[in-house]
């Protein structure tokens, strides 16, 4: 029997004006791991509108359980901010129509004992972050942060991922039994998640948007960690290769995240 | 402070849990590096992490090119039946160029020993020898070359023990604080069904549950067992059994019955360690990220240089790194600890 | 040679009048062939009950029970060295050595290796009983794949293997005193605060549940080991003798239940009923055997 791992995860619309931290961000191990799970996971809607909608497969909701549900709002606008895919569809995420650029760190807490998840930037562990950056607070965070606008985004993870398998296949041997899985990613501070399914003949990473008020995902602890210590395996700055795919805009915005966390982090430890 | 003299320098044993995180150790400046195979025979059997055959064979090549030594750890205990596959670890080891091989049964020493009499052996703290006989009873018996001391002892108590050991001594000086006397724990065993001794495993992620309520509080458990309890924004480590908190009947708080999720930090004894005889300091954290050896490595060879030249080491440095941001130096520094 | 049945040393820190009558009546009247005697766990309690050695030991080998000392299970500072380098120098009683130092005391002459030392396979059993180990009480967490395995070897090499059946099972030692650290003290100033738990303090999870058992540098596991139903494998295996450790409860009876167990006089079902009558309160289990979790309780083999 695999033990489950429950997580009842909080996140607000970002229409009704909460902040869309989706996740409980403490740069925390623990948090860190909370956020990698193993999609065989239902990602299970209260809310009954999304209950309702006619679709093949229903959307991974994020639904904000009340009685109004903004994913009615904003399901198919143009300018919502749609969730993503669901798990079993591989539908693609939704449009952000602000033009902001941003890049996406990883956040890995130096000091973690035993293996835990790393919670990862384009499915590639990247360069750390001293885990004592402080999350920012407050609706505004996310200008500061610069979030990503998912739909150009997926051919690049695609790409991403293609180029890790085809450079370092002995990683599906790391993952071993565990590629034939979902996994679904959060980067910390990031208002989006990213699902990758690790499977050697097509290696999958996609981005997703959640803004769910509750959410229930079950996950293998194993499979988490399997994947954790896989990923480690690889060398090189990544990070850096990501944000050079952005171009100048992407290395600058990661020249400011860094700085960022030297800031947030009162013990002045160079993440690189 | 280090005048030099008749000090010789010690050698920084660091761990590697991948290949990348070898290089990574061996770039930083690492002496030499430990590391173990894919399955049970070592006391880091977790999934995703270790070396196959030929990944080994690489990394020692690349070692050796960068003048960095490996040690393969074959320190777990095979159970009967299935010596075979801890025998065809030595040999492996042997054939690939391990510049020692680390290990703790009776039976697989006898046989390293017996087959390949010119290969280094060490003796793994699994092996759970802290006392002048205990030692003598391996160097004897299989021609141990250093022993990977406990993490128990205090450094006079070091010191006496050189004095009457015919081997080098390796000591832990960073990482996990480990308690309860290795290679003897059937805590994880008893409560998953996997042993630590047999199978290279504790707390095995498999059987690790974390569980949020609705107030945001975590629970960590092992095995369906309740390790312990983090209220929201507490950080959560990942659980081992001697580091939960339980309760007592004569207590009325939750505590941390066995020890504290503190690391282990010694860099303040160092020099005291040098002068005690001590040969080799050895990291521990296979299971550690590459980042974090490799920031750790790095702090850590500025240290020992450091030391070496008669400079002051750096110590603010390794704070950042241990766990819960809490260390301490364990018996090193004085008995009270027990 | 039939169904040896021993009482395993005393783990646990009891008033010394209280240990002396114990084996007092063990003597007397418990069905057992062999006794351990000697201080396992924490050296400083040793010097209480060490002046009744000799009327105990005495007592007990009239009474036709073989005395064994067992040494310390973990031994570093000079005196606790010394203690097992005496016990190993004396030739008055067999020694069973719970640790590497004692091995290399006994090394060469006829000694018992006890279930603190690592002996998992037949290589190590092979190598120790050609230093002169006539006797292994094997490792609690060995399952009975592994334990039919030894039991070929050790019939090989003539050495008998025993096992334990009864009482809380040893998981792991320390440096650190744990009992002392519950009370807010260390080893050094401890003033022996775990007499007050005959069996050991238990500890509790967050939730309630029982958990462990902290006895000293020692823990122990909450629930009580009951090998009646293995009994018969056991033997089939070729251990020839079962190992009941001292514990609150009636050690007589439950000498006496095994012996008419072994004789295949009673079931393991009515030996297991009654022995839920001695007086010691714990859940069975028996997981170790049949490579499941350790705390389980059944017959069946786990899903490994």
């Known amino acids: 029997m695999q033990p489950r791992t429950k997580l009842i995860w909080r996140g607000g619309c970002r229409h009704k004006g909460t902040s869309t931290k989706a996740v409980c961000a403490h740069p925390s191990e623990g948090a860190a791991l909370r956020r990698v799970w193993l999609a ?18 229903p959307p991974v909701v994020i639904y904000d359980g009340r009685e109004e549900c903004p994913c009615r709002a904003c399901f198919g606008s143009p300018r919502g901010n749609l969730i993503a895919s669901s798990l079993s569809s591989q539908r693609s995420g939704a449009l952000d129509a602000s033009p902001r650029l941003g890049v996406f760190q990883s956040a890995v807490d130096p000091s973690q004992s035993p293996p835990l998840p790393v919670a990862v930037s384009g499915g590639m562990a990247a360069d750390t972050i001293s885990s004592s950056i402080r999350p920012l607070d407050g609706p505004g965070a996310l200008l500061r942060l610069a979030p990503v606008p998912l739909f150009p985004l997926q051919p690049l993870l695609g790409r991403i991922v293609r180029k890790i398998a085809a450079l370092r296949p002995e990683i599906f041997d790391r993952i071993g039994p565990h590629t034939a899985k979902c996994f679904i990613i959060d ?14 003949e097509r290696p999958r990473l996609r981005a ?3 803004f769910t008020r509750e959410l229930v995902i079950e996950g293998d602890t194993e499979a988490a960690v399997c994947l954790r210590n896989a990923l480690d395996d690889l060398d090189g700055s990544i990070a850096d290769d990501i944000a050079d795919m952005f171009g100048p805009p992407g290395r600058a915005a990661l020249a400011l995240l860094r700085r960022v966390g030297n800031h947030d982090d009162g013990r002045g430890h160079d993440p690189a | 402070m280090m005048t030099g003299e008749d000090t010789i320098r010690p050698e920084l044993v660091c761990p590697a849990g991948t290949p990348a995180s070898l290089r990574a150790a061996v770039d930083a400046g690492a002496d030499a590096v430990y590391c173990g195979f894919q399955n049970a025979t070592n006391a880091r059997n977790f999934p995703g992490l270790n070396f196959t055959l030929m990944e ?26 299935q010596t075979a596959l801890w025998k065809q670890a030595v040999d492996d080891g ?63 108590e070091i010191k006496a023990l050189h004095a009457e050991i015919g081997c080098e001594i390796e000591c832990f000086i960073f990482g996990n604080h480990g308690l309860m006397a290795e290679g003897r724990c059937s805590l994880t065993n008893y409560i998953t069904g996997l042993s630590t001794n047999m199978d290279g495993v504790c707390s095995p992620a498999a059987n690790v549950e974390y569980i949020e309520d609705a107030q945001r509080n975590l629970t960590v458990k092992l095995g369906g067992f309740t390790l312990d309890c983090f209220a929201c924004g507490a950080m959560a480590g990942y659980p081992t059994i001697c580091k939960g908190r339980y309760m007592a009947p004569h207590r009325d708080d939750a505590y941390y019955a066995f020890e504290e999720p503190l690391s282990l930090n010694l860099a303040e004894l160092l020099p005291d360690l040098v002068k005690a005889g001590v040969t080799a300091f050895k990291i521990e954290g296979r299971q550690r990220s590459r980042a974090y050896v490799k920031a750790v490595v790095t702090a850590w060879r500025a240290a020992v240089d450091n030391i070496m030249a008669g400079r002051e080491p750096r ?24 | 040679m039939g169904t040896q049945l021993t009482i395993g040393p005393n783990l646990f820190h009891r ?3 209280q240990k002396r009558d114990f084996y007092f009546r063990i003597a007397d009247e418990a069905p057992v062939d062999t006794v351990y005697l000697g201080e396992v766990v924490c050296s400083k309690r040793e010097p209480f009950f060490a002046p009744h050695y000799p009327e105990v030991a005495a007592r007990l080998k009239n009474a036709g029970k073989t005395v064994v000392f067992s040494t310390l299970a973990e031994a570093m500072i000079k005196r606790e060295r010394k203690m097992i380098a005496e016990i190993c ?99 050094d100033n401890c003033q022996l605060i775990c007499e007050q738990d005959p069996d050991g303090m238990e500890l509790k999870t967050l939730d309630g549940q029982p958990f462990l058992i902290v006895n000293g540098i020692q823990t122990l596991s909450q629930t009580c080991l009951n090998l009646a139903h293995e009994l018969e494998a056991l033997t089939g295996m070729g251990i020839g003798a079962f190992r009941l450790s001292p514990q609150s409860g009636d050690m007589v009876e439950t000498a006496r239940i095994f012996r008419a167990l072994a004789d295949l006089e009673i079931s393991a079902e009515e030996a297991t009923a009654r022995l839920g009558k001695t007086g010691f309160d714990a859940p069975f289990s028996n997981g170790f055997y049949h490579q499941r979790e350790g705390y389980q309780w059944g017959a069946a083999p786990g899903p490994h």
């Open chain 2, 315 to 338: 110590i603010a440095d390794l704070l950042a790194f241990t766990e819960g941001h809490k260390q301490t130096q364990g018996a090193a520094a004085s008995k009270r600890w027990r």
């Open chain 3, 89 to 187: 120098g004396q030739d008055d009683f067999p020694v069973e050595a719970n640790d590497d130092a004692a091995l290399y005391h006994l090394r060469g002459k006829p000694h018992r290796v006890g279930p603190f030392v690592n002996v998992y396979n037949e290589d190590t059993l092979a190598f120790l009983a050609a230093k002169g180990a006539t006797h292994v009480t094997l490792p609690q967490e060995l399952p009975a794949g592994a334990l039919a395995l030894l039991g070929d070897a050790a019939r090989e090499l003539g050495v008998g293997l025993e096992v334990q059946v009864h009482g809380r099972i040893p998981l792991a030692l320390s440096a650190r005193c744990y009992h002392a650290r519950a009370h807010g003290r260390v080893k």
């Open chain 3, 15 to 17: 008033p010394a009048e």
């Open chain 2, 56 to 81: 080994l064979e690489h990394s020692v090549a690349y070692a050796h090119k960068n003048g960095a030594k490996v040690l393969l750890a074959v320190n777990s205990f095979p159970p009967a039946g």
């Open chain 1, 40 to 57: 065989n996971a239902r990602l299970v809607p209260h809310c009954r509108h999304c209950a309702e909608q006619d679709s093949p497969s």
């Open chain 2, 94 to 156: 042997v054939r690939l160029g391990a510049d020692a091989l680390i290990v703790a049964d009776i039976g697989v020493a006898h046989y390293a020993a017996t087959h390949h009499p010119e290969q280094r052996l060490h003796l793994s703290v699994q092996a759970g020898a802290p006392s002048v006989e205990a030692i003598r009873f391996y160097t004897e018996e299989f021609g141990i070359k250093r022993v990977v001391l406990p993490r128990i002892l205090t450094i006079p």
């Open chain 1, 187 to 200: 980067p910390e501070n990031m208002p989006f998640v990213l699902v990758l399914h690790p499977d050697p």
């Open chain 1, 208 to 210: 997703a948007l959640f």
